[in-house]
């Protein structure tokens, strides 16, 4: 399995912070595009993705990601995926997903992500 299958069945078994950083380069970068969440968008160095995975963690009681295809070309991988999370109050996000993820000697060095989340909805009865 590579980085990015185990990076997502990581964040799926509720891991984070420095239990992640084993996915990634020292200088891996997270560039989020403009969405809903974030409308300005944002820039992570590692040391900050994995901060925010912790305060993400906090936030929802699960979350899946559903990959629907990957397209390989060189050290890059794009992904298409639907990720869904479960507030800790019960609500449920949804989020359409394209993703450019650089690798470099099988690790993550960088992934640029175009977030498109659907309409919120109330809380949600059992699972994923």
């Known amino acids: 399995m590579d ?7 990581a964040l799926e078994a509720g891991r984070s912070g420095a239990e992640l950083r084993q996915y990634f380069t020292a200088d891996a970068m997270t560039v989020e595009h403009p969405n809903l969440i974030k409308p300005m968008g944002e820039r992570m160095p590692l040391t900050e993705m994995l901060t925010a995975s912790a305060k993400g963690v906090e936030l929802l009681s699960r979350q899946k990601y559903d990959v629907h295809s990957t397209l390989r070309s060189g050290d890059t ?4 995926l639907t990720w869904t999370g479960v507030l800790r109050t019960g609500e449920q996000l949804v989020a359409r997903i394209a993703q450019f993820v650089e690798m ?6 960088s992934i640029e992500t ?6 919120f909805q109330g809380p949600t009865e059992g699972g994923l």
């Open 3 to 9: 980085a990015l299958q185990s990076l997502h069945r």
């Open 77 to 80: 991988t794009i992904v298409r």
């Open 104 to 109: 470099r000697d099988g690790l993550i060095n």
């Open 114 to 119: 175009y977030d498109c989340y659907e309409p």
